[in-house]
């Protein structure tokens, strides 16, 4: 079975819409949308849509929720295969069965999105070319897109994984797939930017993302020798 895991938090705008796609493109699957503390509709929305609703009561970070999520996956076995999803609507639920694919035809462990770079700001191109550029060369490996929150993975991953809280979360579990060698491949997402960051706020997530890739490649290497 697959399950699909959207963290969200005031997100009663999309939340019915992406539950609705999830049912449409992984009928069948597991749907559990982890409510982060939201002040809006975002819980009683996803209630009456019938899907699995687990609920913190103060807002604790995308890092928290997906440890909620994953705790409840955990416990239900017949779960193979997750998803780990936005709820904004930034990516396309219709894109999953692409990371998929790949682990049910036995090619891979773990799966990250590969986004369209024609569809992003050139900013934020620029951001994620210094981090997939340092990211593949410390960490040896070839990815295409290191920063895509648009994930699969088999169960088996999600037992191995630590989860770090905060903007790094993404690289923290691709970092940590790495450190298990679990097999890792690239799929095609496409996205949709509607927000935009404030510059000084973006500069500065760059530089976070920047130093904690530098140094958790250093230690991989140091550790290596």
Aim: proline letters at 3%; hydrophobic letters at 40%.
């Amino acid at each position: 079975m697959i399950g699909i895991l959207f963290p969200a938090y005031n997100e009663e705008k999309n939340i019915q819409i992406v539950i609705q796609e999830a049912k449409k493109y992984l009928p069948n699957s597991k749907i559990v949308v982890v409510d982060d503390g939201s002040k809006d509709k975002t819980g009683e929305i996803a209630r009456k849509n019938k899907v699995t609703l687990l609920i913190h009561k103060k807002n604790k970070g995308k890092g928290e929720a997906l440890k909620t999520g994953f705790k409840y996956f955990l416990k239900n076995h017949n779960v193979d295969i997750i998803v780990v999803a936005d709820s904004d609507r930034q990516y396309s639920v219709k894109d999953a069965p692409k990371l998929i694919k790949p682990i049910q035809k036995g090619k891979a462990d773990y799966v990250v999105g590969c986004r369209n770079w024609k569809q992003i700001p050139f900013r934020h191109r620029m951001g994620n070319f210094v981090w997939r550029t340092i990211f593949n060369i410390l960490f040896r490996t070839n990815l295409k897109d290191t920063n895509c929150g648009f994930i699969a993975m088999k169960i088996d991953v999600v037992k191995k994984l630590k989860i770090h809280g905060g903007y790094i979360i993404d690289n923290a579990m691709l970092i940590q797939a790495i450190k298990n060698k679990f097999r890792i491949v690239n799929a095609p997402v496409s996205i949709h930017y509607k927000y935009k960051r404030e510059f000084f706020k973006g500069t500065r997530m760059v530089a976070g993302i920047t130093l904690f890739i530098l140094k958790q490649g250093i230690k991989y290497n140091l550790n290596k020798l």
